[in-house]
C-alpha cells in the first residue's frame, strides 16, 4: 500500500457532514462533570440540547459515563471538541 505525497489531498471524511454523531465521556462522578461537558459541547456544537445528554454511573459509582450527540458539521469541528474534551481536567476518557 502507497503512502500519500505530502502534496497529496487528506483522505476524504467516512462521515457525512452534517450528521448527529454521540461522543462518550468518561470522568469521575461529580456534579460539576455534567455542566462542564455541557459548557464545552455547547461551544463547538450551539444547536446541542443538554436535555438529550445521556448519564451511567460505573458500577463501582466512582465513574460518570455520558454521551453527547452533537450535530457534526465538518471533521475540523469535531478535532477541536475532542481536543477540548480530552483536555478538559475533569475528563478521563473520550471515545
Do not use: C, W
Not at 476524504?12 to 454523531?21: K, M, N, V
Amino acid at each position: 500500500m502507497a503512502t500519500p505525497s505530502p502534496s497529496s489531498p487528506p483522505p476524504e471524511s467516512l462521515i457525512q457532514f452534517p450528521s448527529a454523531f454521540p461522543i462518550k465521556v468518561m470522568g469521575l462522578h461529580d456534579a460539576a462533570l455534567v455542566e462542564a461537558i455541557v459548557a464545552v459541547v455547547v461551544q463547538h456544537d450551539p444547536t446541542f440540547d443538554p436535555a438529550t445528554l445521556e448519564q451511567r454511573p460505573s458500577s463501582g459509582g466512582k465513574y460518570l459515563g455520558l454521551t453527547v450527540t452533537v450535530t457534526a458539521t465538518s471533521r475540523e469541528q469535531l478535532d477541536n471538541l475532542y481536543r477540548a474534551l480530552t483536555g478538559h481536567p475533569l475528563v478521563k476518557y473520550v471515545l
